[in-house]
């Protein structure tokens, strides 16, 4: 058993998510608040690494009318055991899970950090060969109570979870803007599939306007 995972994004009309120099500010303000919205309903909220170090996210709900716990379980694929041991997510604001990769426990339960971290309340979970077995990480967090799950990862952590088979809706804010660069940064990217035949296909059962912006619902057809 798994959670119910949706990828939410916000991507410009030619499919980037963030310019080559990591500028990601693609969302209008109503898209803002629909995000928070959603972050208020799901059980967790999931980033990759490389979204904690550049970002330093809070994965709160802040953009709306809250409490503490309308705030998700934080979770972060961090396949290296890379995380900053300042990370905003860190925090006690929402309980954060951490998923390393084995190759890298011993090294990391042996850091001075991974014991702040553990007195901090993180939690950790390992699985997986160089990088983090995502398949075991869904069945650990369903184990653990999380029955919805927001995907709001960058491009690699994207494409590895709809390899996967594990992404089973997308939400997409397409913003009316350009930004071009083949270095880029786009939905979806890792090694990506060799052929059309190969890809996965969606079917789209929403769309709206959301301020300036378009948002787009498909699921995911396996």
Known sequence: ????VILNAAMTLDGKIATETGSSNISGKEDLIRVHELRKEVDAIMVGINTVIADDPRLTVHKIESKKEDNPIRVVVDGKGRI???SRITNDDAPTIIAVSDDYKSDLTASDKYQVL???GVDFFFAGEKQVDLV???NYLYEK???TLMLEGGSTLNFSMIKDGLIDEIRICVAPMVVGGVNAISLFGGDGFMTMDESVKLELVDSFSCGKDLVLKYKVKY
Do not use: D, S
Request: net charge positive; no cysteine.
């Open 136 to 138: 075991k990480l869904m």
């Open 145 to 147: 109570g999380v029955k």
């Open 84 to 86: 900053p041991i300042e």
């Open 1 to 4: 058993m798994k959670p119910y």
């Open 118 to 120: 553990k007195n901090n």
